[in-house]
């Protein structure tokens, strides 16, 4: 009986996994539909600052776990012929202190300021893999950072939910200039019609509620008779039950690179074009 039920657990999971990649290459293939017409065709020399745990003082990636991270992340970008290799291997030996940011008794953006000024090679994409990051949600990247000739600068967190080279794309994104799909502060109506002006500005990335905790008039009274979903996403499928301002219900791209969610997978068509737009008109160029 129990060796049925383990058989049936294990059935149950590889079928979930099998749900969750075909999601993902769906997704892939039903949003974005770029025609490669326009290709930047640029392989970017990464530079790897990888920090030290405090055990064993031993860096926290090889340089070969470090290479395929940068292959993986180099997928994402694949279709407008952008690749990020690794040129140096860079160990932050002897201070493992380095690779903890804490917010006190100096501010985490003082100490990522400090990491940068003292190891950021000019016009090289920087990338820091550290142990934690106080107050970030496993990372943060330099907006616009590609347009500036020492701010092309990724700083990523070990423990993160989602692979290290979803959040490597998500804030190299950032780097090259695009903005999260979500806003705590504006809320993108569902319609889309203040979709050029706020979260992302972008509209062919719709609505997306995440870290907002707007509540209608409406669905104050639902909340005290019913049960509603305020959770964000299940196994990458969006639950959310609470409505936008005209009382119409969100359905956001789970899987975008740019989202908060832990299931991204793709850019969208405008996001990939605005990426490109940025890298050409940037007045420097990076190697
Ligand atoms: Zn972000």
Same mark, same amino acid.
């Given at each position: 009986?129990?060796?049925?039920?383990? #058989?049936?657990? #294990? !059935?149950?999971?590889? $079928?979930? #996994?099998?749900?969750?990649?075909?999601?993902?290459?769906?997704?892939?293939?039903?949003? /974005?539909?770029?025609?490669?017409?326009?290709?930047?065709?640029?392989?970017?020399?990464?530079?790897?600052? /990888?920090?030290?745990?405090?055990?064993?003082?031993?860096?926290?990636?090889?340089?070969?776990?470090?290479?395929?991270?940068?292959?993986?992340?180099?997928?994402?970008?694949?279709?407008? *012929? $952008?690749?990020? &290799? #690794?040129?140096?291997?860079? /160990?932050?030996?002897?201070? @493992?202190?380095? %690779?903890?940011?804490?917010?006190?008794?100096?501010?985490?953006?003082?100490?990522?300021? +400090?990491?940068? !000024?003292?190891?950021?090679?000019?016009?090289?994409? !920087?990338?820091?893999?550290? +142990?934690?990051?106080?107050?970030?949600? *496993? %990372?943060?990247?330099? @907006?616009?950072?590609?347009?500036?000739?020492?701010?092309?600068?990724?700083?990523?967190?070990?423990?993160?939910?989602?692979? $290290?080279?979803?959040?490597?794309?998500?804030?190299?994104?950032?780097?090259?200039?695009?903005?999260? &799909?979500?806003?705590?502060?504006?809320?993108?109506?569902?319609?889309?019609?203040?979709?050029? &002006?706020?979260?992302?500005?972008? *509209?062919?990335?719709?609505?997306?509620?995440? %870290?907002?905790? @707007?509540?209608?008039?409406?669905?104050?009274?639902?909340?005290?008779?019913?049960?509603? /979903?305020?959770?964000?996403?299940?196994?990458?499928?969006?639950?959310?039950? $609470?409505?936008?301002? !005209?009382?119409?219900? @969100?359905?956001?791209?789970?899987?975008?690179?740019?989202? %908060?969610?832990?299931?991204? *997978?793709?850019?969208?068509?405008?996001?990939?074009?605005?990426?490109?737009?940025?890298?050409?008109?940037?007045?420097?160029?990076?190697?």
């Amino acid at each position: 009986m129990c060796k049925y039920l383990k #058989l049936l657990l #294990l !059935n149950f999971l590889k $079928l979930l #996994l099998l749900i969750i990649s075909l999601y993902c290459s769906s997704s892939l293939s039903a949003q /974005v539909e770029y025609d490669g017409s326009d290709c930047i065709n640029k392989q970017f020399q990464v530079i790897a600052h /990888v920090a030290v745990d405090s055990a064993m003082r031993a860096p926290l990636y090889t340089q070969d776990t470090i290479a395929t991270i940068l292959s993986l992340t180099s997928e994402y970008f694949n279709r407008i *012929c $952008l690749s990020y &290799t #690794l040129c140096e291997y860079h /160990v932050l030996e002897d201070d @493992y202190t380095l %690779g903890i940011i804490k917010s006190q008794p100096v501010a985490v953006e003082t100490r990522l300021r +400090e990491l940068r !000024n003292r190891f950021s090679m000019r016009r090289r994409i !920087n990338i820091f893999f550290l +142990e934690s990051i106080a107050d970030a949600e *496993c %990372g943060t990247g330099t @907006y616009q950072g590609i347009s500036t000739l020492l701010d092309a600068n990724v700083f990523l967190e070990r423990d993160c939910e989602e692979g $290290l080279h979803q959040q490597l794309a998500h804030q190299l994104g950032h780097v090259l200039g695009l903005l999260d &799909t979500y806003s705590a502060e504006d809320i993108e109506l569902a319609d889309g019609s203040n979709c050029a &002006t706020v979260a992302d500005r972008l *509209c062919d990335t719709p609505a997306d509620p995440y %870290g907002q905790t @707007y509540v209608s008039a409406q669905d104050s009274i639902r909340l005290l008779t019913e049960e509603i /979903v305020t959770e964000f996403i299940s196994e990458c499928a969006f639950i959310y039950e $609470l409505r936008d301002p !005209n009382d119409d219900f @969100y359905n956001p791209l789970v899987a975008n690179i740019m989202s %908060g969610y832990p299931c991204k *997978c793709f850019f969208t068509q405008q996001q990939l074009d605005l990426m490109l737009s940025n890298y050409k008109q940037s007045p420097i160029k990076h190697f």
